[in-house]
């Protein structure tokens, strides 16, 4: 089973939303750290660990990632309806939205950035 991080960055890059520029996981390369002009999504891991306990059996799994979006200083789309796109490319591959941080701008780079968490449970062929 692949990683959280490479589930979650699987769907966006099957979603193919033309908005965003680079996907990573785990960490954004030192060369991309200060990229103002591209919209950046990253994926880190949050939840990893055993569920629905029956007999001191778990019979499932829980996965959870936290995608951190870093927009363009001139994003030239929509945010509320890229972010809302988003999270239904999530819900239809089974993961659920455990949260949805409001947008803050980055008082260095003036950037907005948006975090969600999602997590998603997984029972039987584990």
């Known amino acids: 089973m692949d990683l959280p991080v490479v589930q979650a960055a699987d769907v966006l890059t099957t979603a193919n939303f033309s908005w965003i520029d680079n996907i990573y996981t785990g960490s954004i390369p030192s060369d991309v750290v200060d990229n103002t002009t591209d919209n ?15 007999n001191g059996i778990f ?7 936290e995608m951190q979006i870093f927009y ?3 994003p030239s789309f929509n945010l509320q309806d ?5 999270a239904k490319s999530f819900a239809k591959s089974g993961w659920l939205i455990d ?6 701008k980055d008082p ?3 950037q907005w950035t948006k975090v969600f968490y999602f997590i998603k449970n997984i029972r039987g062929g584990i």
């Open 82 to 86: 890229a972010e809302i796109s988003v």
């Open 108 to 110: 260095d780079t003036k």
């Open 40 to 54: 950046i999504v990253l994926f880190t891991e949050t939840v990893n660990e055993p569920i629905f306990y029956a």
């Open 99 to 104: 949260q949805s941080k409001n947008r803050i």
């Open 59 to 65: 019979k499932g799994w829980q996965i959870g990632v």
């Open 72 to 74: 363009s200083l001139n």
